[in-house]
């Protein structure tokens, strides 16, 4: 494709009446704006300007030419608006990918966002399973825990921490643990959403807990293991067994009674979760102002310590 800035120069000098005109609205020089017109009339062959000392008249080539050179700076120009919108204003669509665990704080996090903004619009995929991210077209990744090596920027959003808990059910049958020495001998839910492939009919997981200066360390072998935080926290609830649950999910099971911290003086970490997007020099507005009210959002919840 030839270059077409001398068609958009012609265009522009057309429209402000002089090579002077055009040259102040392009940032060029008179003496350039007239150099790139006169290689365009070589290029062409044929004569599009009549020049004066006074004004410029359109010969009838550039009467032919100048309605297509026209469209073309409008063209460019709205395509520079565009650009400028999506900078500066969020609209289009919005692509989040959400473990389902996080899927229910997307909408909480971003309905005031989606409010302000009417050319917003939002398409949500949760899904447990690492879904390639640019066949997608996801402008935000949440992850969780360890991540794989990608070229896509992992940003902080937040820590949440971590509680074992049980339901009362599982208390009356089996007794509450009073020391960390006790969890070896209880049945263990576990999450396996990083390690898909581990063999599931006897895992082992090491559970670390923090009092203070004191620190204890254990191995447990998992009963029940799922790939997904929601399946794991119900397994919980049921009865099946003590679970490493996130405080910020958990936090009114456990008001209301529906589970019960175990061991709530030790420490068990937190979950390291970031918001993935593709690594380029700016982010869109729609990006930008996501990203915001998410961590807004997380800052607020229970449990969370800093990311």
């Not at 049980?166 to 049958?173: G, K, L, Q």
């Not at 997007?277 to 102002?289: H, L, Q, Y």
Request: glycine content about 6%; hydrophobic content about 45%.
């Amino acid at each position: 494709m030839n270059d077409l800035k001398p068609n958009a120069v012609f265009a522009e000098t057309v429209a402000a009446g002089s090579m002077s005109g055009a040259a102040r609205r392009l940032g060029m020089s008179p003496s350039a704006v007239s150099q790139t017109i006169r290689a365009l009339e070589l290029q062409a062959g044929v004569t599009l300007l009549h020049r004066s000392t006074r004004k410029l008249t359109l010969t009838e080539a550039g009467q032919r030419c100048y309605p297509h050179c026209l469209r073309l700076l409008e063209a460019a120009n709205a395509a520079t608006d565009s650009l400028l919108q999506a900078r500066d204003a969020p609209s289009g669509e919005l692509r989040i990918a959400a473990p389902v665990g996080f899927g229910m704080h997307i909408a909480p996090a971003l309905a005031p966002v989606l409010a302000a903004w009417p050319q917003l619009r939002l398409r949500l995929l949760v899904d447990d399973a690492m879904i390639d991210l640019i066949d997608a077209r996801i402008d935000i990744a949440i992850r969780a825990g360890k991540l794989p090596d990608s070229g896509w920027i992992a940003r902080p959003l937040c820590a949440p921490e971590m509680v074992l808990c049980a339901a009362p059910s599982y208390i009356e049958r089996h007794g509450m643990p009073l020391l960390p020495d006790d969890l070896a001998t209880h049945h263990w839910l576990a999450s396996t959403r990083n390690a898909p492939d581990a063999d599931l009919d006897m895992p082992e997981q090491t559970l670390e807990l923090r009092n203070g200066t004191q620190r204890a360390e254990l191995r447990v072998t998992v009963r029940v293991a799922s790939n997904n935080q929601v399946a794991l926290q119900q397994l919980c609830e049921q009865g099946l067994g003590l679970a490493r649950l996130a405080h910020a999910d958990v936090a009114p099971l456990i008001a209301r009674g529906a589970l019960l911290r175990v061991l709530p003086q030790w420490h068990c970490g937190s979950l390291r979760v970031v918001a993935m997007t593709s690594r380029r020099d700016g982010d869109p507005a729609k990006v930008r102002i996501a990203l915001d009210a998410l961590q807004r959002y997380f800052s607020t919840l229970p449990g969370m310590t800093p990311a």
